[in-house]
């Protein structure tokens, strides 16, 4: 059974930087497009970033710039790093493997931007 477990959530002040993780098990890490996605109250779950097997990466255009989304293949993790945070990025910051119909979430890591 494929898991992922983000860890790296929490508060800062507007303008600091957070790293978030996500570790996945049990699974063929390399062959999942690994993706950060966020959810904040009332609002839908959107993309944040991607990054393909072969590290091709897509990012909202809210992040661009701010958010660096990066994978290792050999500790089966993806990270992204987040700076210049801003109160609007408060959410919960889920992980996603995607292969196909393959499609596995974490349970999501809370992040919170005080102004």
């Known amino acids: 059974q494929v898991q992922l477990v983000e860890s790296g959530g929490g508060l800062v002040q507007s303008g600091g930087s957070l790293r978030l993780s996500c570790a996945v098990s049990g699974g063929l890490f390399r062959i999942y497009t690994m993706g950060w996605y966020r959810q904040s109250p009332g609002k839908q779950r959107e993309l944040v970033a991607e990054i393909t097997t072969i590290g091709s990466t897509n990012y909202a255009d809210y992040v661009e710039g701010r958010f660096t989304i990066s994978r290792d293949n050999a500790k089966t993790t993806a990270t992204i790093q987040m700076n210049s945070l801003k109160p609007e990025d408060t959410a919960v910051y889920y992980c996603?493997?995607?292969?196909?119909?393959?499609?596995?979430w974490g349970k999501g890591t809370l992040v919170t931007v005080t102004s």
């Open positions: 996603n493997a995607n292969f196909g119909r393959q499609n596995y």
